[in-house]
């Protein structure tokens, strides 16, 4: 019982973590860039120019599922709503990427974009100044998110609103941001949204070295918000969280603010998914309403349970996996894609809940016997009772 207590306590940040997250790093960010830039094209072993951007999405994509992980694996919250907060940060970016067109637009306008033009906007609406400024677009790219979790989440944790009611709270404050930012005079370019990008930090968007520098940007991205995650899993709030989705009522009758705790994870929650949707944008090009799609917060979901929930690395390897899947098939088969992502959530249900991490942590791998401390060995009695 003690050697097992002593294993479940084992340094979150060990020797072993570390070699893990640097491999990580280092196939992810120094693998694919060097396969990228110095290896000849007609080799088999080079990544075209091409991947690189699908690459970058992929990781935006499992930003996106940490950021869900972190509030439904380990605080019990599952947040069908995390695609709007995805698509706010997108939108900060995407308006910055549109204020440095300038006259290089359609139109030639240097203030108004060519959709404003079209329009007929004779000024500039006011949430749009400052997104000529890469600082203020970073800023609100946490800020806007984040404060909307804040207010929503406050709103609803004070209330004691849990389970699936806060699941279809946060689907249907999803549905509404969908339809509203389809209007045309919400100002955010209504159903086609803000495309057309030229350059971003004056780099041309179109350049090869430039999706690359956008790419490894999203791997330093996964980096920190694995980090960030990790820290607050395996602290003493860490602990409370687990706590809460396990069982809250007790959590509060022994004096600890559920409420608190639970705002506070989830507005971290959403300003990495604000984070990811802004690093997400440049690369794919453009933003629009169908990013607030409810079926899209439901399909991160699905990445999150069948990579593992409660694991992070799990979150982050099955949103890998199944965008994979969903670019071969959507090109193969595309009148399956559908089916066989509602059988993968059936199956992750009722087969293997624990997901691919948790099938791969139950597997009845060799262990390593321990060693007696300083070196003396057990009694012949302890080693017959063992």
Same mark, same amino acid.
Request: aromatic share 14%.
């Given at each position: 019982?003690?050697? +097992?207590?002593?294993?479940?306590?084992? *340094?979150?940040?060990?020797?072993?973590?570390?070699?893990?997250?640097?491999?990580?790093?280092?196939?992810?960010?120094?693998?694919?860039?060097?396969?990228?830039?110095?290896?000849?094209?007609?080799?088999?072993?080079?990544?075209?120019?091409?991947?690189?951007?699908? =690459?970058?999405?992929?990781?935006?994509?499992?930003? =996106?599922?940490?950021?869900?992980?972190?509030?439904? %694996?380990?605080?019990?919250?599952?947040?069908?709503?995390? %695609?709007?907060?995805?698509?706010?940060?997108?939108?900060?970016? $995407?308006?910055? @990427?549109?204020?440095?067109?300038? &006259?290089?637009?359609?139109?030639? *306008?240097?203030?108004?974009?060519?959709?404003?033009?079209?329009?007929?906007?004779?000024?500039?609406?006011?949430?749009?100044?400052?997104?000529?400024?890469?600082?203020?677009?970073?800023?609100? !790219?946490?800020?806007?998110?984040?404060?909307?979790?804040?207010?929503?989440?406050?709103?609803?944790?004070?209330?004691?609103?849990?389970?699936?009611?806060?699941?279809?709270? &946060?689907?249907?404050? &999803?549905?509404?941001?969908?339809?509203?930012?389809?209007?045309?005079?919400?100002?955010?370019?209504?159903? *086609?949204?803000?495309?057309?990008?030229?350059?971003? @930090? $004056?780099?041309?968007?179109?350049?090869?070295?430039?999706?690359?520098?956008?790419?490894?940007?999203? !791997?330093?991205?996964? %980096?920190?918000?694995? @980090?960030?995650?990790?820290?607050?899993?395996?602290?003493?709030?860490?602990?409370?969280?687990?706590?809460? +989705?396990?069982?809250?009522?007790?959590?509060?009758?022994?004096?600890?603010?559920?409420?608190?705790?639970?705002?506070?994870?989830?507005?971290?929650?959403?300003? @990495?998914?604000?984070?990811?949707?802004?690093?997400?944008?440049?690369?794919? $090009?453009?933003?629009?309403? /169908?990013?607030?799609?409810?079926?899209?917060?439901?399909?991160?979901?699905?990445?999150?349970?069948? %990579?593992?929930?409660?694991?992070?690395?799990?979150?982050?390897?099955?949103?890998?996996?199944?965008?994979?899947?969903?670019?071969?098939?959507?090109?193969?088969?595309?009148?399956?894609?559908?089916?066989?992502?509602?059988?993968?959530?059936?199956?992750?249900?009722?087969?293997?809940?624990?997901?691919?991490?948790?099938?791969?942590?139950?597997?009845?791998?060799?262990?390593?016997?321990?060693? /007696?401390?300083?070196?003396?060995?057990?009694?012949?009695?302890?080693?017959?009772?063992?």
């Amino acid at each position: 019982m003690a050697a +097992r207590l002593g294993a479940d306590r084992r *340094n979150p940040w060990d020797a072993r973590f570390w070699t893990g997250f640097a491999l990580s790093g280092l196939v992810l960010g120094l693998a694919i860039p060097l396969l990228n830039r110095w290896v000849a094209p007609d080799s088999p072993f080079a990544v075209p120019d091409y991947l690189v951007p699908l =690459l970058g999405k992929y990781l935006c994509y499992a930003i =996106l599922a940490l950021s869900l992980d972190l509030v439904w %694996g380990y605080a019990g919250i599952l947040s069908l709503g995390h %695609g709007a907060f995805f698509a706010l940060g997108g939108y900060c970016m $995407g308006m910055y @990427l549109m204020r440095q067109i300038g &006259t290089r637009g359609v139109y030639g *306008n240097p203030l108004l974009p060519d959709f404003m033009v079209f329009l007929n906007w004779q000024e500039l609406p006011w949430f749009w100044w400052g997104f000529d400024h890469f600082a203020w677009a970073m800023a609100m !790219v946490m800020l806007v998110p984040g404060v909307f979790a804040f207010v929503f989440g406050w709103l609803a944790f004070r209330s004691r609103v849990t389970g699936v009611y806060l699941s279809i709270i &946060t689907q249907a404050m &999803t549905y509404a941001l969908w339809l509203a930012f389809f209007r045309n005079d919400m100002g955010f370019g209504g159903n *086609n949204g803000l495309t057309d990008y030229k350059d971003i @930090l $004056g780099w041309d968007l179109h350049l090869p070295e430039t999706r690359l520098g956008l790419y490894l940007a999203t !791997v330093a991205g996964l %980096g920190v918000a694995y @980090l960030l995650c990790r820290f607050i899993t395996v602290s003493k709030l860490g602990r409370v969280l687990l706590a809460l +989705r396990d069982a809250e009522s007790r959590v509060r009758f022994l004096g600890y603010s559920t409420t608190h705790a639970k705002l506070f994870v989830f507005t971290v929650s959403a300003v @990495l998914a604000g984070i990811a949707g802004a690093l997400y944008v440049p690369q794919i $090009g453009i933003i629009n309403p /169908s990013e607030f799609s409810p079926a899209n917060s439901i399909e991160i979901a699905i990445w999150v349970s069948v %990579g593992g929930r409660g694991t992070l690395v799990g979150a982050a390897i099955g949103a890998v996996l199944v965008n994979l899947a969903k670019t071969w098939l959507t090109s193969a088969a595309p009148e399956i894609w559908l089916f066989f992502l509602g059988g993968l959530f059936v199956l992750t249900t009722l087969v293997f809940p624990r997901g691919i991490v948790g099938i791969f942590r139950h597997l009845p791998w060799p262990r390593a016997r321990r060693a /007696s401390p300083m070196g003396v060995k057990p009694p012949v009695a302890a080693e017959k009772q063992t």
